[in-house]
């Protein structure tokens, strides 16, 4: 079963705008990561966020974490048509490292 | 980009017959896994090792068997495919100076197609 589940599954945004994904999950967390899989590749990590952090920047990004409501957001500021890709939030709950993933968000960003 | 290499990066197989594929690294991280990822279900784990010789099932295991009898090598077989093993199989590593629960590194996928 999954863990994560993304909102919305698709994203359509022009280059310039801010992109935002949610992440909602269900059990406890060590914590969330953020992925990006660009098409036909592997994932590429993205930021991590651990379950005691609310906030997080990366460059452009920045993903928050709401333990009470067991959701994170991620934000891409700025997009470029270089961001097209699928976005994949992943939880981590035990110390074997097992992360359990979402179904994704497909973004696609027009030039 | 992390050492990872995946093989065969594609595959087309036929039911029943036994398929292995193979995940290499050379950064001599502790932890490996193997995932599947097919559309509408993001990746799914199927097993993952803490060490040589030392294994353990994931969520998706069934039809499936792992070995590690190096650090640096992961394999995954598929002692009898079924159309349902259709899928990409990704291998990822952790245990760098974050430990398990760190980031994961993903290798390129291996495409399996089952007929």
């Known amino acids: 079963s999954q863990q994560g589940e993304e909102d919305p599954q698709a994203l359509s945004i022009q280059e310039g705008e801010n992109a935002t994904m949610n992440c909602s999950y269900k059990t406890s967390i060590n914590n969330l990561q953020w992925y990006r899989q660009n098409s036909g590749r592997g994932l590429v990590h993205l930021i991590l966020i651990r379950s005691n952090e609310r906030e997080k920047h990366s460059g452009r990004l920045r993903v928050t974490l709401d333990t009470s409501k067991k959701s994170s957001s991620l934000l891409i500021t700025a997009s470029r048509a270089a961001d097209t890709a699928s976005y994949f939030c992943a939880t981590v709950n035990d110390s074997w490292g097992k992360l359990q993933f979402g179904a994704g968000t497909q973004v696609v960003v027009t030039p | 980009d992390a050492g990872i290499t995946q093989s065969p990066r594609h595959k087309v197989t036929e039911t029943g017959t036994p398929v292995t594929l193979r995940c290499h690294q050379t950064?001599?991280?502790?932890?490996m896994y193997w995932y599947r990822q097919d559309p509408g279900h993001g990746l799914r784990l199927i097993h993952y090792?803490?060490?040589?010789?030392?294994?353990d099932k994931g969520e998706v295991s069934d039809g499936y068997s792992v070995s590690r009898s190096k650090t640096e090598d992961f394999l995954l077989t598929l002692e009898s495919a079924t159309s349902s093993q259709t899928s990409v199989y990704f291998c990822?590593?952790?245990?760098?100076?974050?430990?398990?629960?760190?980031?994961?590194?993903f290798g390129e996928g291996s495409r399996l197609t089952v007929l």
């Open positions: 950064e001599n991280h502790r932890y």
């Open positions: 990822a590593i952790s245990g760098g100076l974050a430990g398990a629960t760190g980031e994961l590194f």
């Open positions: 090792s803490y060490g040589v010789k030392d294994t």
